[in-house]
T-cell receptor, first 114, second 108 residues
């Protein structure tokens, strides 16, 4: 009965590869998010998405693209992986547009680039 | 994070009270959240303040002053399990920002 689940939990791959991380929420929430947490533990939003709007953090390289097959899923696809992409990626969801609702986080995907 | 500042690290003793401060730029912010994140785990929601004043939830309380761009999280009767990072966060215009987090070390 996990609320927000993301897979895989660990991802080790080589530079230049393309990979995807999947996220699913069973809370009936309207908005989903992707965050990157680097080695300094700074949590930075990458995307927020609901059925009306995709908001992209302009600092995110266009190698990163969110894909939402339906309201309960927001996957993250990464092209041409670079060493600097090594981090923990968190998926989250919230009710409404999220402005005044708490976000529920998945357990994170630990991405390591060799 | 952009527009949000909080101390990097604090240490307190088990059983004591600790206050973790957060300051932010007032224009564009719509309420302030506090999250707790244990090492190696996901952030979990603690509190949300949209109006000025103190919100109490058991051992944890959160305060907001919108005119001053200031919030704090108050933890009472500290327990060892409260050792974690505490992040304040909020929407600034159309984007959601987290502070860099305050790592709280609780010692016996």
């Amino acid at each position: 009965d996990t609320a927000v689940s993301q897979t895989p939990k660990y991802l080790v791959t080589q530079m230049g590869n393309d990979k995807s991380i999947k996220c699913e929420q069973n809370l009936g929430h309207d908005t989903m998010y992707w965050y990157k947490q680097d080695s300094k533990k700074f949590l930075k939003i990458m995307f927020s998405y609901n059925n009306k709007e995709l908001i992209i953090n302009e600092t995110v390289p266009n190698r990163f693209s969110p894909k939402s097959p339906d309201k309960a899923h927001l996957n993250l696809h990464i092209n041409s992986l670079e060493l600097g992409d090594s981090a923990v990626y968190f998926c989250a969801s919230s009710q409404g547009d999220g402005r005044n609702q708490p976000q529920h986080f998945g357990d994170g995907t630990r991405l390591s680039i060799l | 994070g952009q527009n949000i500042d909080q101390p990097t690290e604090m240490t307190a003793t088990e059983g004591a009270i600790v206050q973790i401060n957060c300051t932010y730029q007032t224009s564009g912010f719509n309420g302030l959240f506090w999250y707790q994140q244990h090492a190696g785990e996901a952030p979990t929601f603690l509190s949300y303040n949209v109006l000025d004043g103190l919100e109490e939830k058991g051992r944890f309380s959160s305060f907001l002053s919108r005119s001053k761009g200031y919030s704090y999280l108050l933890l009472k009767e500290l327990q060892m399990k409260d050792s974690a990072s505490y992040l304040c966060a909020g929407y600034n215009f159309n984007k959601f920002y987290f502070g860099s987090g305050t790592k709280l070390n609780v010692k016996p």
